[in-house]
């Protein structure tokens, strides 16, 4: 099936450090959306953008939809310990969850203590 | 308010076998969509279900299948078990005709065929 292009696939920091990963796509998306997942849970969404070139922000974290509506950022400051875990982005062809999500490949974030 | 529960968390089953999986949606979402997470194919949609109806199907085969009854609750089922079928199933619910930040994730049933 199809997945979104999400990159780096892992990273190793050290807390107090600045994260940014980013993900791609070969097709438009209305929606692009942020979720962490940690072991034994399900995805939890950070941030929803629907509108190209919108930039949002929830706490430490920073999200861009790309003004190509191909691609989309998120950034993280000052990381902590519980950053720990795997970053998905997802994109959807509409805004009021009448599509399927399609998913990134993920980015495993690890802190090095 | 109740989050989005999985039942059962674990399951391990055997090649040929059938399973069926329960998600019960947050209370008043009307809307249940279905993933298989794994480590080589990622999240990949499977069906969508709103007021008891399939909307949105991906692109799994037959052996995988799904439905919503009255009250929202959905189950999924997956006939002949194959061992590539072994994956974290997850469902998510939303008010349905909503933006996305208000479809929730629950935490899976993960799903072992030796």
């Known amino acids: 099936g199809q997945q979104l292009n999400q990159s780096p696939q892992s990273m190793f920091i050290q807390e107090g450090e600045d994260v940014s990963m980013n993900c791609t796509s070969s097709s438009i998306f209305n929606t692009w959306l942020w979720y962490k997942q940690e072991p034994g849970e399900g995805p939890v969404l950070l941030i929803a953008l629907y509108k190209a070139g919108e930039l949002t922000s929830n706490g430490r974290l920073t999200a861009q939809f790309g003004i190509t509506r191909k691609d989309s950022f998120l950034n993280i400051s000052a990381s902590i310990p519980s950053d720990v875990g795997i970053y998905f982005c997802a994109g959807a062809h509409d805004n009021f969850g009448n599509e399927k999500l399609t998913f990134g490949t993920g980015t495993r974030l690890t802190i090095i203590p | 308010k109740a989050g989005v529960t999985q039942t059962p968390r674990y399951l391990i089953k055997t090649r040929g076998q059938q399973v069926t999986l329960s998600c019960s949606p947050i209370?008043?979402?009307?809307?249940v969509s279905w993933y298989q997470q794994t480590p080589g194919q990622g999240l990949q949609f499977l069906f969508e279900?709103?007021?008891?109806?399939?909307?949105n199907k991906g692109n799994f085969p037959g052996r995988f299948s799904g439905r919503q009854f009255s009250n929202s609750r959905s189950e999924m089922n997956v006939s002949t078990l194959e061992l590539g079928d072994s994956a974290l199933y997850l469902c998510a619910s939303s008010p349905g005709l909503k933006p996305y930040n208000e479809q929730f994730f629950g935490p899976g049933t993960r799903l072992t065929v030796l």
């Open positions: 279900y709103f007021s008891e109806t399939q909307r």
């Open positions: 209370s008043g979402h009307r809307s």
